[in-house]
């Protein structure tokens, strides 16, 4: 199982960005998806994530500013962050817990996209 993440960059704060993460390999089915973020010198933290039910979580910082969503067809989560703030600037990360198609689960993460705000 591969994840493919994309949609970092630079913006200024206020702006919005839209982080997406694709899912690729042996999948039978998808728990979870979600996303953390490491800044320099931080430990990683919690973003956002979503279940296979819908129901989505959030780190208390980004509540209001960001919505997790996802296309459970393509295996696609998306992370929308709208008002940005220069303490958003991390790596950010996706992260899914995915059942194979022998029956055992595991958790996967894909590369990190660096989102830089600047004020």
């Known amino acids: 199982v591969q994840l493919q993440a994309s949609g970092g960059g630079l913006v200024q704060a206020g702006g919005p960005l839209r982080l997406s993460c694709a899912a690729s390999?042996?999948?039978?089915?998808?728990?979870?998806m979600g996303w953390y973020r490491q800044a320099p010198g931080k430990q990683r933290e919690f973003v956002a994530a979503?279940?296979?039910?819908?129901?989505?979580n959030y780190v208390d910082s980004v509540k209001g500013r960001f919505t997790i969503s996802r296309d459970s067809a393509k295996n696609t989560a998306y992370l929308q962050m709208d008002s940005l703030k220069p303490e958003d600037t991390a790596v950010y990360s996706c992260?899914?817990?995915?059942?194979?198609?022998?029956?055992?689960?595991?958790?996967?993460w894909g590369q990190g996209t660096q989102v830089t705000v600047s004020s």
């Open positions: 390999g042996s999948i039978a089915s998808i728990n979870r």
């Open positions: 979503v279940t296979s039910g819908g129901i989505t």
């Open positions: 992260n899914a817990y995915v059942r194979g198609w022998g029956g055992y689960s595991n958790d996967y």
